[in-house]
């Protein structure tokens, strides 16, 4: 993300997609394990945002980075676990949802005010999920945002006397 972007930038950024997206019935904020062992009445196929991690890159301080990885999973729900042709047919209708929501960000990418703007797409890894409650089955994205750091110290935040 750009300098001074936030987290609740990228999920309003991934709400508005899912609710664009004609084939999206829901958006959820969750993490993985929720997402894994609690689901219940769901609206699906739906878009779901995980939290994320980062860390920093260091060219002896010279172009410092800090590259945040972030998640999200499509999910749908399958009516019969037993039925593998409905499960396999359920991924597929995720994968192109997936590649819908890839193509609509390398188009945003380009806008100034863009979130996903520092998105680079050999990050991206998918890995076809399926949870122990519920029958619900989905891929899960995962990502890499890149930005610079600011190392400049604000002193209206220090206490230095």
């Not at 969750?30 to 945002?49: A, G, H, K, Q």
Request: proline residues 4%.
């Amino acid at each position: 993300m750009p300098e001074g972007r936030k987290f609740t930038d990228l999920v309003s950024y991934f709400q508005t997609l899912a609710s664009q997206h004609t084939l999206i019935k829901n958006f959820y904020r969750f993490e993985l394990d929720e997402v894994l062992t609690s689901l219940r009445d769901m609206e699906t196929p739906c878009l779901i945002m995980e939290g994320y991690k980062f860390s920093f890159t260091d060219n002896k301080s010279d172009n410092i980075l800090k590259t945040r990885g972030g998640a999200f999973i499509l999910l749908d729900h399958v009516k019969d676990i037993g039925d593998f042709n409905a499960i396999h047919s359920a991924w597929d209708s995720l994968e192109e949802i997936g590649d819908d929501i890839l193509a609509r960000i390398r188009s945003d990418k380009h806008v100034l005010s863009s979130p996903v703007q520092n998105f680079p797409f050999e990050s991206v890894e998918a890995q076809l999920i399926s949870t122990d409650l519920g029958n619900f089955y989905g891929i899960r994205f995962t990502f890499d945002i890149v930005c610079k750091f600011n190392p400049d110290v604000d002193p209206l935040r220090w206490n230095l006397l």
